[in-house]
């Protein structure tokens, strides 16, 4: 029986295991820790495809949910969208959808790396240098808690995300969460008191090679998404999906080399996609020394990203499904 690893704690780790363990392959997924998300926005169709995955069909029914979107981006008037979220911490997200995998003595055959570190060849892109502050805040009185708010200023930009009546996370990338509020028109009226903060990078990168003979990156190990998006958590999942269906082929007797090349194809696709997205919102949010610098970063990625696609040709493989068919 063809034996997998699997390197992490995240959602990436879960779906693989979950999708390959169901596929009759023996698995074991060694947990690492790192810092985890304080809250997640999940619309629809992300939710519907990890409670497909999992089948959970009730997962985060309870969940606080998010109707509406406000965003003052720009110099626009502030916009009110319709939106359909719900709201999650990423370790309960872990947490609620987390099985049992025993570690197994003998050498895998494939190993999924979701977390860090990555084999020494690998290197990391960076494009970018933006650092986010995730901070806990007590709502004002009357605050609409089914409401989320996104609002772009001189040094960076905000997010806020309540998770019940009365609190909510502030996602502040640029400036500290105090500077940015100071030049809000919006969302600076929502809130009463900032609380406890973390940092980390916002900035996209991606590993590379994404993978070779024996191995995968997948999750945040081989993509990161600047959070100005919100699918960081879809793309780990699509990525798992990806993953564990390239290596079911090349089990049932896939060209390893064609499948392996797919796959990085595809991620590099779809990270060219996110920065194509990110570049139209560092366009338009504010310009300035902060907004220019950041731009050139994306500029740059996506001028790399295109050369090493040139000559790449049509996708041979496509998903139907959790599983890869040939169509060229």
Same mark, same amino acid.
């Given at each position: 029986?063809?034996?997998?690893?699997?390197?992490?704690?995240?959602?990436?780790?879960?779906?693989?295991?979950?999708?390959?363990?169901?596929?009759?392959?023996?698995?074991?997924?060694?947990?690492?820790?790192?810092?985890?998300?304080?809250?997640?926005?999940?619309?629809?169709?992300?939710?519907?495809?990890?409670?497909?995955?999992?089948?959970?069909?009730?997962?985060?029914?309870?969940?606080?949910?998010?109707?509406?979107?406000?965003?003052?981006?720009?110099?626009?008037?502030?916009?009110?969208?319709?939106?359909?979220?719900?709201?999650?911490?990423?370790? #309960?997200?872990?947490?609620?959808?987390?099985?049992?995998?025993?570690?197994?003595?003998?050498?895998?055959?494939?190993?999924?790396?979701?977390?860090?570190?990555?084999?020494?060849?690998?290197?990391?892109?960076?494009?970018?240098?933006?650092?986010?502050?995730?901070?806990?805040?007590?709502?004002?009185?009357?605050?609409?808690?089914?409401?989320?708010?996104?609002?772009?200023?001189?040094?960076?930009?905000?997010?806020?995300?309540?998770?019940?009546?009365?609190?909510?996370?502030?996602?502040?990338?640029?400036?500290?969460?105090?500077?940015?509020?100071?030049?809000?028109?919006?969302?600076?009226?929502?809130?009463?008191?900032?609380?406890?903060?973390?940092?980390?990078?916002?900035?996209?990168?991606?590993?590379?090679?994404?993978?070779?003979?024996?191995?995968?990156?997948?999750?945040?190990?081989?993509?990161?998404?600047?959070?100005?998006?919100?699918?960081?958590?879809?793309?780990?999942?699509?990525?798992?999906?990806?993953?564990?269906?390239?290596?079911?082929?090349?089990?049932?007797?896939?060209?390893?080399?064609? #499948?392996?090349?797919?796959?990085?194809?595809?991620?590099?696709?779809?990270?060219?996609?996110?920065?194509?997205?990110?570049?139209?919102?560092?366009?338009?949010?504010?310009?300035?020394?902060?907004?220019?610098?950041?731009?050139?970063? #994306?500029?740059?990625?996506?001028?790399? #990203?295109?050369?090493?696609?040139?000559?790449?040709?049509?996708?041979?493989?496509?998903?139907?499904?959790?599983?890869?068919?040939?169509?060229?």
């Amino acid at each position: 029986m063809t034996t997998i690893a699997i390197r992490g704690g995240g959602m990436a780790a879960q779906c693989s295991a979950n999708l390959l363990a169901r596929a009759g392959f023996r698995v074991s997924l060694e947990r690492t820790d790192r810092p985890k998300l304080p809250a997640i926005l999940l619309n629809d169709a992300s939710l519907a495809l990890i409670r497909d995955i999992f089948n959970r069909p009730a997962a985060f029914n309870d969940a606080s949910k998010i109707r509406k979107r406000i965003v003052a981006w720009g110099n626009t008037e502030p916009l009110i969208l319709d939106h359909s979220a719900v709201v999650v911490s990423e370790q #309960l997200l872990v947490e609620s959808l987390e099985e049992s995998f025993q570690n197994q003595d003998a050498e895998p055959d494939w190993t999924i790396f979701a977390s860090r570190p990555l084999p020494e060849a690998v290197r990391e892109q960076r494009f970018g240098s933006r650092i986010a502050s995730a901070v806990h805040v007590d709502l004002r009185e009357g605050c609409d808690s089914s409401a989320c708010w996104i609002e772009s200023v001189e040094e960076g930009w905000l997010f806020l995300i309540p998770n019940s009546a009365e609190a909510g996370w502030l996602l502040a990338v640029g400036a500290p969460a105090g500077t940015l509020l100071g030049h809000s028109r919006v969302i600076a009226k929502e809130i009463a008191r900032l609380n406890r903060s973390g940092e980390f990078p916002a900035y996209p990168r991606i590993a590379s090679p994404l993978c070779a003979s024996g191995w995968l990156a997948c999750g945040t190990a081989a993509i990161a998404f600047d959070p100005i998006c919100g699918d960081g958590t879809a793309q780990a999942v699509r990525e798992a999906i990806l993953a564990a269906a390239v290596i079911r082929a090349i089990d049932n007797g896939g060209d390893e080399q064609e #499948l392996l090349a797919h796959y990085e194809s595809r991620l590099n696709a779809g990270f060219h996609r996110h920065l194509t997205l990110c570049r139209q919102f560092y366009k338009s949010g504010h310009g300035g020394p902060w907004w220019d610098a950041e731009l050139e970063a #994306l500029e740059r990625g996506l001028e790399s #990203l295109a050369r090493d696609a040139a000559g790449r040709g049509e996708f041979r493989y496509k998903l139907d499904g959790f599983e890869l068919k040939r169509v060229i």
